[in-house]
């Protein structure tokens, strides 16, 4: 079984930046993606970003292009999230997850086979 551990959240200013991380453990060479997704209270899980730990393509949801950047340490099995030109918005829980067969194009949360436990962003205006 991969286990997903997140860690790197915190309250920060908008206009801030932080940096999550996420420690894959177990078979991680059976990993085709990692990707991060958020959840806000009272909404759906969304998708965030993705990198093809086979070719480290990456993919972006729109409103964090440009402002978010993914990117992974192969040998220790970690990825990253740096998140600058932090908003409001932004505050949500963030999920580290594995796919072990799709490309960094898949968004829908339930083609992800492992998730992490989720750590908390909050944005303060």
């Known amino acids: 079984q991969v286990q997903l551990v997140e860690s790197g959240g915190g309250l920060v200013q908008a206009g801030g930046s932080l940096r999550l991380a996420c420690a894959a453990s177990g078979p991680t060479n059976t990993i085709a993606t990692m990707a991060w997704f958020r959840q806000a209270p009272g909404n759906e899980r969304d998708f965030v970003a993705a990198?093809?730990?086979?070719?480290?393509?990456?993919y972006y949801t729109a409103s964090v292009k440009g402002r978010f950047t993914i990117s992974k340490e192969i040998v220790r099995s970690v990825i990253y999230l740096q998140m600058n030109s932090l908003k409001p918005e932004d505050t949500a829980v963030y999920y580290c997850a594995a796919d072990l067969w799709g490309p960094a194009t898949v968004v829908a949360p339930d083609q992800y086979d492992y998730w992490g436990q989720g750590t908390q962003v909050t944005v303060s205006s």
């Open positions: 990198i093809s730990r086979r070719d480290g393509s990456t």
